[in-house]
């Protein structure tokens, strides 16, 4: 194992965790959550809460039983390496191509408001570059760096104050979860905002106060749940139920129309302070699968690896070009890191289990 | 150590210069304040209509002949009108600064969605660009110079945004008519003006069954439409009492809207509007002493009474041409089950419902005179 100097608090890791689960899915979950949990769809978040919730006290489980220990020195001592390693080549593969999807969709979704012709690959190798400087420094200069991004991101939830007054309770409805709906598919979509808390697996042999370690993940779950809950709470009052069904980035169309005395239009602005989310939700992704492709080449010196690692996946993210087919590579990768959020805890619990038996 | 630092810093300039790809220089900018969108008579029975779009750009050039530029195109849609005007213009034309957006009388019946929905979905342009329905021809009411209010387009603006403050037009934009547009239980509305002479005038408010014009309210029941449609602070209405020939003006008016639903069986619905007004007196004409009791009260009832019969009148309006402008079908949604709502043909139920109207007003001051 990599000696670590500085550990991580729990302070941090709650904020790297909210850091990470918000992502660019924040933009079109008031939409999702109508188009697929009909009427009052922002309650569907408390479930996912819930969710989310148990999938941490499934980590919990693997960080107690397993004593604080990497996952990868579990996976390795009870695995034949073949397998541990195919199953760290599917890791490998989600987190890197999750992270630079991530990032192709934000270019994406901003080129609709600045620079349209520009392209999409310069902006893309830009967020890269800056990944890369973040991700070679290590997970302690990560979490600083998530801390004071933070900052720059949290203040936002205090911008609904402006819908107070254009908030109309009648458009709430009395129904629950009424309409066309689709829970199963529809409701996977939108857990895939809340997915990064899994990260918190890779967290355990650098987190400095281990009996607080799984409270902070839970209490950086909670801040991601409280946060979607109001803007998605306010998106269902403040647009009309239809018209939200229709608008492809509510969040962004919200934040359009704030209006201050001396400007206006300032979801341009403040689409760049989102910038800092998801920067650290690619980095992270990126991160845990730089970490993964260490255990597999451990002579390789990591700076080498992340530039292989954002190289490959920059190449790769040319494939999808337009925002249709971004938008569903970015679910599938979804899709498959929900199996990954779920999976990997409980073939690590099965594993400690079985050697328990032993 | 400065090697990567180096090698980041020339890919970051190199990257950053890139950006230059898509400039946008000021000076070369025509930014579109106001367009207006008229539907042309159908000539030799063609099956497409056409369009004609003309669009206002102020001038910066405080020292030029001209404060603004107009230009017109004649087309099938919006944007491509967009590409034909950008041919006639030195400018790159623009329109992250829309104000406004004037559509014609014989456009609004046909159906403004279509038109909309090029706006709504255009990031560049603004939710808080207003609708407004011109009684006539649009075209022919953004060309015009009007000589004591220069630059047209600014001019209906500001006065939409002053008039909007002073609840005698709703604030519409295109965030809230497609919100309406799109809810099942309320229909859009829009403030109408008019060309009078060298003047712009507001004409009433537009209504709208969907994205089709169907009716309007006429420029002098302006507030009473205000009241009906919600709670709002600072408006003036003038009262004739014409049976006992006087005359009120109420001012600072603060007015409340309560809706109660009442469902009497199978799709029988009642609606009770109650509401309640507070206002200043700073003018009355007649016979009663404003600053005896009894007499304001009897003031108060008549004004009250007056208001009413208003109301009602306008109710019934709006029911005769199935427009829900009041949102009281929202009402109605809310007090059901959604199977109910659902296998209720609101639009059908609609004229037939009973709806109440109660007003409760209250004299706050009578200015600072006795008698």
């Not at chain 2, 709002?232 to 003038?238: N, R, T, V, Y």
């Not at chain 2, 004409?285 to 009413?308: A, C, P, V």
């Not at chain 2, 609101?346 to 007003?361: D, G, L």
């Amino acid at each position: 194992m990599k000696k670590v100097k500085e550990r991580l608090a729990p302070f941090h890791i709650t904020i790297l965790i909210f850091m990470i689960q918000t992502g660019v899915v924040i933009f079109s979950l008031p939409r999702l959550l109508a188009q697929n949990f009909g009427y009052n769809g922002w309650l569907a978040i408390v479930i996912f809460t819930c969710i989310s919730t148990f999938n941490i006290f499934l980590i919990s489980l693997v960080h107690r039983l397993g004593k604080g220990i990497s996952i990868f020195d579990i996976l390795e001592n009870s695995l034949p390496k073949f397998v541990a390693y195919t199953i760290y080549f599917v890791m490998i593969s989600i987190w890197s191509m999750l992270g630079c999807i991530v990032a192709k969709q934000y270019v994406i979704v901003f080129q609709m408001i600045a620079f349209p012709t520009t392209h999409p690959m310069f902006f893309k190798a830009l967020v890269d570059i800056i990944a890369y400087l973040l991700i070679t420094k290590g997970i302690y200069n990560i979490s600083k760096a998530a801390t004071s991004f933070f900052w720059i991101v949290i203040w936002m939830v205090l911008l609904l104050t402006f819908f107070i007054h254009d908030f109309e309770w009648g458009n709430l409805t009395p129904y629950l979860f009424k309409g066309s709906t689709s829970f199963l598919k529809g409701g996977l979509d939108c857990y895939t905002a809340f997915l990064g808390y899994e990260i918190a697996l890779l967290l355990i042999p650098f987190a400095e106060n281990h009996k607080k370690f799984i409270k902070a993940v839970h209490i950086g779950n909670l801040i991601t749940a409280i946060t979607y809950l109001l803007v998605c709470f306010v998106c269902f009052g403040f647009f009309s139920f239809g018209q939200l069904t229709r608008l492809k980035y509510p969040l962004l169309d919200l934040l359009s129309f704030i209006k201050l005395p001396f400007i206006e239009r300032l979801e341009n602005l403040l689409y760049g302070f989102f910038l800092f989310t998801m920067l650290i939700t690619i980095v992270m992704y990126c991160w845990s699968a730089i970490e993964t492709l260490q255990r597999i080449l451990p002579k390789v010196k990591a700076n080498w690896l992340t530039v292989f690692v954002l190289g490959t996946t920059f190449l790769i993210a040319w494939i999808p070009d337009v925002i249709g087919k971004v938008e569903k590579w970015l679910q599938f990768l979804g899709y498959a890191e929900a199996c990954v959020a779920f999976g990997l805890p409980t073939l690590i619990l099965i594993i400690l289990r079985i050697r328990k038996g032993h | 150590m400065h090697k990567p630092i180096l090698f980041c810093s020339i890919l970051i300039v190199m990257f950053g210069i890139v950006g230059c790809g898509d400039q946008r220089i000021l000076e070369k900018l025509g930014f579109t304040h106001t367009t207006s969108y008229d539907l042309l008579p159908n000539e030799n029975n063609g099956t497409e209509d056409k369009l004609m779009i003309s669009v206002s750009i102020p001038k910066a050039d405080p020292d030029g002949p001209t404060k603004r530029e107009t230009l017109t195109a004649v087309s099938t849609t919006s944007k491509t009108a967009k590409i034909m005007l950008s041919r006639k213009t030195e400018l790159s034309l623009v329109s992250g600064q829309l104000r406004n957006t004037l559509f014609g009388l014989t456009l609004a019946q046909k159906g403004l969605w279509e038109h909309i929905d090029t706006l709504v979905r255009d990031p560049a342009i603004s939710q808080r660009v207003k609708v407004t329905v011109v009684n006539g021809n649009a075209h022919d009411l953004l060309v015009k110079d009007y000589l004591p209010h220069p630059r047209t387009g600014k001019y209906i603006d500001r006065m939409l945004e002053k008039e909007g403050k002073a609840q005698t037009v709703p604030h519409i934009t295109l965030f809230e008519f497609t919100r309406d547009l799109f809810d099942d239980g309320i229909d859009p509305v829009a403030p109408m003006i008019r060309s009078v002479n060298e003047d712009v005038v507001i004409d009433g408010i537009a209504l709208f069954n969907e994205d089709r014009y169907i009716t309007k309210i006429n420029s002098d029941k302006l507030l009473i439409f205000s009241i009906l449609r919600g709670n709002f602070k600072e408006g003036e209405l003038s009262v004739d009492l014409k049976s006992e020939g006087e005359h009120v003006m109420l001012s600072s008016l603060v007015s409340k809207r309560k809706i109660k639903v009442q469902s009497s069986g199978h799709n029988q619905f009642s609606i009770d509007i109650n509401i309640s007004l507070k206002g200043s007196i700073l003018e009355y004409i007649g016979n009663l002493h404003l600053s005896d009791e009894m007499d304001r009260k009897k003031l108060e009832n008549s004004i009250s009474e007056y208001i009413q019969i208003e109301m009602k009148d306008m109710v019934t309006k709006m029911q005769k041409s199935k427009v829900d402008s009041l949102g009281l079908g929202i009402r109605i949604r809310n007090s059901l089950s959604y199977s109910e709502w659902t296998n209720l043909v609101w639009k059908n139920i609609y004229p037939n419902i009973e709806v109440r109207c109660n007003v409760q007003t209250k004299i706050k001051d009578y200015g600072k005179f006795e008698k």
